[in-house]
């Protein structure tokens, strides 16, 4: 009998398989950049890109990069995300980036945060030549942005 770890291994693995193929999201020659944050929804996006990667149809490349914004105090253990890129086989690349908030007062720390480490992720893609970007977002990222924009910005927009 499979362990309940197994189960939800089997499971994810069903409904990513399914995602792309109904969706058509990955295709033969993709050359994928997830965007790794280091929460647990990037994590677990990455590590079925990865496996994909190493399979022969459709052959897809995929590699990671981790924003950081050095004007804003937070910390994230990227010696773990640096560990777990390696056991993944998927390149990690390290990316820093900054805003200055009293450029545009109309918009919070929060939203100037998130648009830059957008923008250093998007452009690092352009420039490395990958088709794709996949970002870790699920439903609830959604809805919790909505009331935070409708909250701190008094607009009503997601991601």
């Known amino acids: 009998m499979r362990s309940e770890a197994e189960k939800t291994e089997c499971r994810i ?13 990955i295709e033969e020659g993709d050359k994928i950049l997830v965007a790794l944050s280091g929460g647990k929804d990037s994590l677990e996006l990455l590590r079925p890109l990865a496996q994909q990667s190493r399979l022969h149809k459709p052959a897809i490349s995929v590699e990671a990069a981790h ?10 253990d990227r010696s773990y995300l ?26 919070t720390k929060c939203f100037l945060c998130s648009w ?5 992720l998007f452009t690092f893609a352009a420039e490395g030549g990958f088709g794709k970007v996949a970002l870790g977002h699920h439903q609830d990222d959604i809805i919790v942005t909505l009331l935070m924009n409708q909250t701190f910005e008094g607009s009503i927009q997601t991601m």
């Open 67 to 76: 924003v950081v914004m050095d004007n804003i105090p937070y910390d994230t």
């Open 13 to 25: 693995r069903r409904l990513f398989h399914k995602g792309c193929v109904e969706y058509g999201m």
């Open 116 to 120: 830059n480490r957008r923008k250093a």
């Open 82 to 107: 640096v560990r777990f890129c390696e056991e993944q086989g998927v390149r990690l690349h390290i990316l820093h980036a900054s805003f200055d908030e009293s450029t545009d007062r109309r918009r």
